[in-house]
């Protein structure tokens, strides 16, 4: 089978997760090539080890670059300690008076309480600025690559995470509310409330689009090897448990070939997992992608994926 349903224009956002060293940086690109024949489209990289540049040959990092020779794709690498950096600076009056006005904390234990890295931070900051780029609207597909597994499932939880977080602060929020209104007898919004009111409005949206089957879609990428299944499986799970879309399932690096001993074996030794995934998956959609014999990397073998990808396979 190929990939299916991703040319929907209703589709804007489609997250590949697995395992290390499975292969979703490619398939995530590749993806990308392909739908920017007729969407523009963004690739983004959540993996604080970023690979995109790597496989594509040029170098990205932090900020939207399009790609040589092609108008229609751009990418971006996420680096999460300069967007929580960033995020400070452009709210640092606010998180301040939200400190000053709910804590006992003098001026200068808040400016070193700020200075910390709140744990959980990274995949927060990474969905809020996916979900900035979405409401800019520049593009009309937006592929992301996630980081391995552990990474990836964080990132799916990280609006429960902000949402606890804004419960605490809103709760300390209140108290200072009723302070106020107790003495002064009326209490009047502040830019404070209003961050916490957007991040609250951030947190529903993102909740929102991960539920939504005809927006948003996860695509599992494995290969067939027992860890890397047995972590599939529990990453499917967990997307089953969270309701995210989930549809398809790629599997790679499947020998193809019969043509010597050391083919015949390996490909018999995987088809007892191919047969797991089916039997245990029924109602995905399996895409098998050869193994290669070079590493996908280049426009040229990023070709050579995407055909795999999305070409349909005679049975």
């Known amino acids: 089978m190929a990939l299916t349903g991703l040319d929907n224009a209703d589709l804007k956002l489609i997250l590949f997760g697995g395992k290390g060293g499975v292969g979703k940086t490619s398939c995530a690109t590749a993806t990308a090539i392909e739908l920017s024949k007729n969407y523009k489209t963004l690739i983004i990289s959540t993996d604080p080890a970023h690979s995109i540049s790597d496989c594509l040959e040029q170098k990205i990092g932090n900020g939207i670059h399009f790609i040589d020779g092609n108008q229609n794709l751009a990418a971006t690498e996420i680096v999460a300690d300069q967007a929580y950096a960033d995020f400070k600076k452009e709210n640092e009056k606010e998180l301040k008076n939200l400190l000053e006005t709910s804590t006992n ?74 302070m106020i209104t107790s003495f002064a007898g009326s209490y009047k919004q502040d830019k404070t409330d209003a961050l916490l009111i957007g991040l609250k409005k951030t947190v529903k949206r993102i909740e929102s689009l991960l539920s939504d089957v005809s927006q948003c879609q996860f695509i599992p990428v494995c290969i067939p090897e027992s860890m890397a299944v047995s972590e599939t499986m529990r990453l499917i799970s967990s997307l089953q448990k969270s309701n995210v879309s989930l549809r398809q399932i790629i599997i790679n690096n499947v020998m193809v070939s019969e043509g010597c001993d050391f083919c015949r074996e390996r490909k018999a030794s995987q088809q007892k ?43």
């Open 105 to 178: 904390l003098d001026f200068e234990d808040i400016d070193d309480l700020l200075k910390l890295t709140i744990p959980g931070i990274d995949e927060v900051m990474s969905f809020k600025m996916i979900i900035d780029f979405m409401e800019k609207g520049s593009f009309e597909k937006y592929v992301v690559d996630t980081a391995p597994t552990g990474h990836a499932l964080r990132l799916i939880s990280s609006p429960i995470m902000l949402d606890q977080w804004i419960k605490v602060a809103a709760k300390m929020r209140w108290k200072y509310r009723y």
């Open 273 to 315: 997992y191919l047969d797991q995934i089916s039997t245990t998956y029924p109602s995905l959609n399996k895409v098998i992608v050869p193994l290669f014999s070079t590493e996908v990397r280049g426009l040229e073998q990023l070709g050579r994926m995407k055909m795999s990808l999305f070409t349909v396979k005679n049975n």
